[in-house]
């Protein structure tokens, strides 16, 4: 265990766990009564998920610049770690669940547009999966990548959100 808390496959087991947990009572106990309900909460869950997965590249950017070991370094630290485990990982965890009853009880996970979204949520994970990562390089100083590195990267949560949404809405086939 590290000083700043349980290991990373401690903390990965326990979100596989709290997302099945998640995903079993959701198929099992939610009424059609609900999916109004079901669908807000999925929302906001997005919205967060989406706010930490363009913020933490932009911490990134100015972690990248500050000194190894400087008090502004170790603040970032706290700062990733926090966004990540606090707000990034458990809203990804809400969105996937409540997604997936979503596209099960609204769509029958029928249609092209929604196996296109799956496929772009899955690429936006492998995302959250990279910047995760990253958290534990930056926390052990193991950092290589310039801030025009993760500047770019900053991008990519954008790009995919936005091909997410347009077929979300207009759901083109």
Do not use: C
């Not at 309900?37 to 911490?59: C, D, E, F, N, T």
């Amino acid at each position: 265990m590290s000083a700043t808390g349980a290991s990373p496959v401690v903390r990965a087991l326990v979100a596989i766990i709290s997302f099945a947990a998640l995903t079993a009572l959701l198929f099992m106990f939610a009424s059609d009564g609900l999916y109004l309900w079901i669908k807000a909460i999925h929302v906001i869950a997005v919205i967060s998920w989406m706010a930490g997965m363009l913020y933490l590249p932009r911490l990134f950017v100015y972690h990248a610049d500050t000194p190894i070991g400087s008090d502004q370094s170790e603040t970032f630290k706290v700062m990733e770690r926090r966004l990540l485990r606090a707000i990034i990982n458990p809203a990804m965890i809400v969105s996937w669940a409540f997604g997936l009853w979503l596209a099960w009880r609204g769509f029958g996970f029928h249609g092209g547009w929604l196996h296109a979204k799956i496929a772009f949520v899955l690429l936006l994970s492998g995302v959250h999966g990279y910047l995760s990562a990253s958290v534990r390089r930056f926390a052990d100083d193991r950092n290589t990548a310039s801030s025009r590195h993760w500047k770019i990267v900053n991008e990519v949560p954008t790009l995919l959100m936005i091909v997410i949404v347009i077929l979300v809405i207009v759901k083109p086939f």
